[in-house]
């Protein structure tokens, strides 16, 4: 893993896989390697009344009816859709339902305008093809055909971002779970089909805000079971996944790095604070681009982290994670260091009076960088 940039999450947690394959003893769909149960646990994590001889760390937070009804669609015939806001977990939730089904989570297709279907189906090896013809030998599978042959999960990140006939071709494979390769020729045999095995799923992600980019349509629609992931709005739950995730970063990096409980408050309740500013605000110009998820606040935290551990005095302060706050929120100028800076005024000022702590130096270094990009 020392060797990989990010590492898959089966190879992640693959000795946690493992011993989870081998003590379980329930009844598994298709060729799954772990059953349902299990799957759910690998997710969300081991409780006491579980029974086990160890441990399971929780590793995606939200509501567990998510991640069953997930799991449950995934037995089925139907594909799974997550769709949600940016940064709710869609993806980090397809991946480890990936990992832990078929313990392979990388048969992925990007979606984006320039996403074509030769990228959901195949495509051709030219050299090959001018050598000895088009044949199985020279055919490029793509993700979601690979995985149809393995019996496994292949995932389409960015479903509506896709043109739609790339959509329109998605929905065969959904409904008739093979791909016909008309190049290959054949006289009416499987010769030129590639059938789907048993197992055979794809789990795509849509961002909420995409609505109207390449909306999908009612035929693709059927073929997916919709699960809905909502933005996270308990502060108990948004501050574990940030505590989860700056431990990660930390372990990566080999930092030693003391980030004071007291920060993370102040972390967590000027993101609060922003998101109650857009919802009174009347216009997008009064709103940040940002859509200020719990992964921007991971991603403010891990570029003060660092900014700390490369610059700083190997603890993390007030004055460096209000800098890095500006710097990754201010997108548009000067409409957002405005937005920003009416926060510091109204909001930080008053708070930073009242109750002191962390609040004067998080103001003071606010200000700072707001000066320096106006």
């Not at 606040?297 to 003060?304: C, F, Y």
């Not at 700390?308 to 209000?322: K, M, P, V, Y």
């Not at 548009?332 to 260091?337: F, I």
Request: hydrophobic share 40%.
């Amino acid at each position: 893993m020392s060797d990989l940039l990010r590492a898959p999450a089966e190879i992640k947690y693959a000795e946690e896989l493992d011993w989870l394959e081998s003590i379980d003893d329930g009844p598994k769909p298709f060729s799954w390697r772990l059953s349902p149960k299990m799957v759910r646990l690998f997710i969300l994590g081991s409780e006491r009344a579980d029974g086990l001889d160890r441990k399971v760390s929780q590793k995606w937070f939200g509501d567990r009816s998510f991640v069953e009804r997930s799991i449950v669609t995934l037995a089925s015939d139907r594909g799974l859709l997550l769709i949600g806001d940016p940064g709710t977990g869609k993806s980090w939730l397809a991946e480890l339902l990936s990992a832990a089904i078929c313990r392979n989570s990388t048969l992925v297709v990007q979606g984006t305008a320039g996403t074509t279907e030769d990228h959901i189906k195949y495509s051709w090896n030219v050299s090959m093809v001018i050598a000895k013809g088009q044949s199985r030998e020279s055919m490029i599978p793509s993700p979601i055909m690979t995985a149809m042959e393995a019996g496994a999960i292949g995932r389409f990140e960015e479903l509506t971002r896709s043109t739609s006939d790339v959509q329109d071709a998605l929905i065969s494979i959904l409904s008739e779970k093979y791909i016909s390769v008309p190049e290959l020729g054949g006289d009416g045999d499987s010769d030129n089909i590639v059938f789907a095995r048993p197992g055979f799923s794809v789990i795509a992600t849509a961002n909420s805000r995409d609505r109207g980019v390449n909306d999908l349509s009612s035929a693709l629609k059927r073929r997916f079971n919709f699960v809905r992931i909502p933005v996270v709005t308990n502060k108990r739950s948004e501050a574990e996944i940030v505590r989860f995730r700056t431990e990660e970063l930390l372990r990566r990096h080999r930092i030693e790095l003391d980030v004071p409980p007291t920060l993370l408050d102040v972390l967590l309740q000027s993101f609060a604070d922003l998101r109650a500013s857009a919802a009174a605000a009347g216009s997008d110009d009064e709103r940040l681009e940002s859509a200020l998820s719990t992964a921007e606040q991971i991603g403010v935290l891990e570029d003060a982290v660092l900014h700390s551990d490369f610059f700083g005095e190997r603890a993390l302060s007030a004055r460096t994670l209000a800098s890095s706050l500006v710097g990754s929120l201010a997108r548009r100028e000067p409409e957002d260091l405005a937005i920003l800076n009416k926060y510091l005024h109204g909001v930080v000022e008053p708070r930073s009076k009242e109750e002191g702590g962390s609040w004067p130096e998080f103001l003071e270094g606010g200000r700072d960088a707001i000066a320096t990009l106006s």
